[in-house]
């Protein structure tokens, strides 16, 4: 992969009108689509297997006057005035007439009915009319919503001074989120810290220019796709939010990169290449996690949930995809100008050459490794090292402390009750709370067939009064079969607010009542109503957590396996998340829950937080923190690694191995503080920025994700991480030999890059070989398969490997097609260096099983056709016996005549091969001797290459 990003970044660089012009005009389409198809977003909330969503499902078809969404206008009269009065009563019916003619309405409920109870208050001070309208908030149309609050407001300027009237419901219970200019000043703080960072004016806004580009996409795409899917408000601020911060991030890790590199002296252009393949290859990293994480949200099965993360996954691998090719883009555009004010000169760069065993001794060919020490180090970094038991006792006691406040946080989806005060949709709620009890704005709805009763509505009588009798029960508002006597509602006042964890109890109650009630009434009831629904999704969402969070930290432990060669490393990073985690909730629910600081942050109500926001936090705080811990511990171990090669034999020596260990923990961290200190400083920013105007829905993520990022960056990352990694020592660094070989490697430090770049000029200019191979080895399992593989093949000639062991010949084929990547040695084929780039070479490079083939000369004809280039053989003595030997040499003859064709090839029997090649006319065609391992072990090849 680095390599492949390596050629991107400098094509990039190369060509920044051709990538910039083609990103702004996909922003373009993407924005015109959304303006023509884009329907909106949609805050009906669904959770597909439930009881309450089946129970909506049923009234919709046999009771719809009670499935869809309602509004209500509460009335409060004057001081010392009743509602029942004139010219209250007068008025109130005067609007229920009104609004009865109102498009998508389809009962008004007047408090004055006789057949109607609990809407007109104890003490005849106010008074409540009730709209059901047909289907979801959604489906009204905007024009209703404007004339029912013009007859709102008509009501209130009619009634005499000092009354109330405020019109609010479900339909008014959410708000549509939008962006504020406090946004902006997040913005304008990554800026500074940019500018601080880069100590330059123009590189500074490059990040800053890149994330806009990759946010304004994933927006335009997001509202493109509402003409296709349902996808609540809440869904583009997230993305949002995220955009900008990864965007801002992986750009400023790549430029961060080149501009070091261009301070040491490289060129702008090589410097934009291997930046976008070192730095890019751990943003690719970083990128992906993210998208795991954010993808694993649909562990939850809500389908607004999936969508969300889904969305935002979307976001953050544009932002991706934009660091990667718009970074290197714009820095070809200022060019030198990228090196800003150097406060001191730096050494020039030294390069290095590989060895034949893949290892890259220092010489004068390419960028060396930071050495350990050669780094000022940190002073923090040295505090910490100096004292890491203190430092990691302190670190865990801070953040358990922290996290004391999350036992009490509660979950709910959102409601009027959460929108600020001066809204009327939050005065509505109050006042019928203050007025009719908090469980007026939140009734439940238990609903069931009746088929079977000769007398309806006697038995809902008797029902409701059973059901008035439960604790937790206000009253029972409302009794009845529907119209045709099939089915029939109870509609239940509970004691408690829709968010109150009481509210959930009842509702458990109540279907713990299920059995005992279908035994005696006969009705199969099922509690439903849009709190149920909220209810169930909430505990839907408390129930996914568990199997989510060994998702997301089973994930980690793998990937930083891979990443680092090291069980340690893992364990520590995870135990890391899992403090940042708890340490963010506790944040949140001593805000939300406990009310500190709330004036300060414009929070206007305390309590219950959004239900989705522990999941959606934990998903993207995971990926969020292994970005700082790739950023940071990768240096660490580079240096490590280069540190014990030049400690050599005395490293075995006691403490020389733990020495060396701490300190490339020093040198690690003090090479990457700066960036990853300036990184956590800008997404802290960005998503503080969301928490004092933002929606009520976004505020409490936004606010734990700024916690989070700051408690895991300098707490976690930068103080605990280095601390247990001194305490650690080498140990930190090892893993047993057989998970090893079971893990796969992933370049993510861009070794390939340097690599390619230190071999850039062997085997030497005016080279023609089609195969050069230097003291190639391969290694399975600790054997040794072959090894001193050394071949020089030119285009047109032919090659038939020879080894006492013919399996090691045909692993050395295998490998020189790219099938297998070699362990040791320099291998160049068809101008591609191994195994960096063995995709490409195992895409262009035919291959003939002619020892497993039904029909060899049918393998070896397939292999032979289309464009000539080379074409490796294994068993070629399989048609160099018997009637195949004319066909095949014919195929070869061919071949051989073209001129175009090389060929490698193994054979257990040399000898005749080379007679059949020397037939065909390949008179350049010769034997090399493969040197094996008498213990050769193969077993496992046969899967690797098939």
Do not use: C
């Amino acid at each position: 992969m680095s390599t492949l990003l390596y050629s991107l970044g400098r094509w990039a660089y190369r060509h920044g009108v051709r990538v910039l012009l083609a990103w702004v005009v996909i922003l373009i389409a993407a924005g015109g689509s959304a303006a023509l198809f884009g329907q909106g977003t949609d805050n009906s909330f669904s959770i597909p297997g439930t009881e309450s969503q089946e129970g909506l499902a049923q009234l919709s078809r046999t009771f719809p006057q009670a499935s869809g969404t309602s509004a209500q206008i509460v009335v409060v009269a004057a001081s010392g005035d009743s509602v029942e009065d004139a010219p209250y009563r007068d008025d109130i019916e005067d609007t229920v007439s009104q609004l009865g003619d109102l498009d998508g309405v389809l009962a008004v409920t007047d408090p004055f009915d006789p057949m109607v109870s609990g809407l007109v208050s104890d003490d005849s001070d106010a008074a409540i009319i009730r709209l059901q309208f047909n289907g979801q908030a959604t489906d009204v149309s905007p024009e209703a919503k404007a004339t029912l609050a013009d007859v709102s407001d008509a009501l209130g300027a009619e009634l005499p001074a000092g009354s109330q009237v405020a019109l609010g419901g479900d339909l008014f219970g959410t708000s549509v989120p939008g962006v504020t200019i406090t946004e902006a000043v997040g913005l304008l703080i990554a800026l500074l810290v940019l500018i601080v960072t880069f100590r330059s004016f123009v590189v500074a806004g490059l990040p800053l220019l890149t994330a806009i580009i990759g946010v304004g996409l994933s927006m335009a795409l997001i509202f493109v796709a509402t003409a296709f899917a349902s996808i609540s408000s809440t869904t583009p601020l997230l993305a949002l939010m995220l955009g900008l911060a990864v965007g801002i991030d992986y750009a400023l890790f790549i430029a961060a990169r080149h501009q070091d590199q261009v301070r040491a002296g490289m060129d702008p252009e090589e410097s934009a290449a291997r930046a976008t393949g070192t730095a890019g290859s751990a943003v690719v990293f970083a990128g992906v996690t993210v998208l795991i994480a954010l993808i694993g949200l649909s562990f939850a099965g809500i389908p607004f949930l999936t969508t969300m993360g889904i969305a935002a996954a979307v976001a953050v691998a544009i932002a991706v995809l934009v660091a990667l090719t718009l970074t290197p883009a714009m820095l070809g555009f200022v060019k030198g100008r990228v090196v800003g004010r150097v406060r001191r000169p730096r050494p020039a760069p030294r390069r290095r050459a590989v060895s034949d065993d893949g290892e890259s001794p220092e010489t004068d060919a390419a960028p060396a490794p930071v050495a350990v020490g050669k780094t000022k180090t940190n002073p923090w970094v040295a505090l910490v090292s100096k004292h890491p038991i203190v430092a990691t006792v302190a670190v865990a006691a801070t953040l358990g402390v922290l996290a004391i406040p999350a036992s009490s946080l509660a979950l709910a989806l959102p409601n009027a009750g959460m929108l600020p005060e001066s809204n009327p949709a939050r005065q509505s709620y109050d006042l019928a709370a203050e007025y009719f009890g908090p469980g007026i704005n939140g009734p439940l709805i238990m609903t069931g067939t009746i088929v079977t009763s000769n007398d309806p509505v006697a038995l809902m009588d008797d029902l409701g009064d059973e059901i008035a009798q439960l604790p937790g029960v206000a009253r029972v508002a409302l009794a009845t079969p529907n119209e045709t006597a099939d089915t029939g509602i109870v509609q239940i006042v509970p004691e408690t607010a829709p968010d109150d964890p009481a509210t959930a109890e009842l509702v458990r109650e109540l279907r713990a009542q299920h059995d005992r009630l279908l035994d005696e009434y006969g009705i199969d009831l099922k509690v439903t109503g849009f709190t149920a629904v909220a209810i169930d999704i909430s505990d839907r969402l408390g129930a996914a957590l568990v199997p989510f969070g060994i998702f997301v930290v089973g994930l980690s432990f793998i990937l930083l396996m891979v990443v680092f060669r090291s069980v340690a490393v893992p364990i520590t990073a995870a135990l890391g998340y899992l403090l940042s985690v708890a340490a963010a909730f506790g944040v949140v629910a001593a805000v939300f829950e406990w009310g500190w600081f709330a004036d300060l942050l414009h929070i206007t109500r305390t309590g219950p937080v959004i239900s989705f926001m522990p999941i959606v936090l934990m998903g993207v705080l995971f990926g969020l923190a292994m970005d700082y811990q790739v950023f940071l511990v990768t240096r660490m171990r580079e240096d490590y690694v280069h540190a014990r090669a030049r400690a050599g034999r005395s490293f075995g020596e006691p403490g020389v191995a733990r020495a060396t260990a701490v300190d490339a923990v020093r040198s690690g961290f003090s090479a990457t503080a700066r960036v990853v200190t300036a990184a956590a400083i800008i997404m802290f920013a960005v998503f503080a920025a969301f928490v004092p105007e933002g929606d009520s829905s976004i505020k409490p993520i936004a606010l734990g994700l700024a916690a989070g990022i700051a408690v895991d960056a300098f707490l976690v990352r930068m103080t605990l991480i280095p601390a247990l990694m001194t305490l650690l020592g080498d140990k930190a660094w090892w893993m047993p030999r057989w998970l090893d070989r079971l893990l796969p490697h992933f370049d993510v430090e861009g070794e390939a890059v340097e690599r390619e770049i230190a071999l850039r000029d062997w085997p030497g200019e005016g080279s023609t070989a089609v195969i050069t191979a230097a003291e190639v080895g391969l290694v399975v399992h600790d054997e040794t398969v072959f090894d001193d593989l050394t071949l020089t093949l030119e285009p047109g000639a032919a090659a038939v490997l020879v080894a006492d062991d013919t399996r090691a010949s045909q692993a050395a084929v295998f490998a020189l097609a790219g099938r297998v990547a070699t362990t040791s040695g320099r291998l160049r084929v068809a101008g591609h260096l191994l195994p960096g780039r063995l995709s490409w070479v195992r895409a262009h490079v035919a291959i003939a099983r002619l020892d497993e083939a039904s029909d060899p000369l049918t393998e070896l004809h397939r292999a032979l056709t289309g464009s000539p280039g080379l074409v490796a053989v294994i068993g070629l003595d399989v048609v160099a016996h018997g009637t195949l030997r004319d066909e095949a040499a014919a195929l070869l003859h061919e071949a051989a005549a073209s001129g175009t064709w090389s060929l490698i090839a193994s054979a257990a029997d040399p000898h005749a091969a080379r007679l059949l090649l020397d037939e065909a006319g390949w008179a350049n065609a010769r034997t090399v001797r493969v040197s094996d391992s008498p213990s050769s072990r193969l077993t496992e090849l046969h899967e690797v290459t098939a």
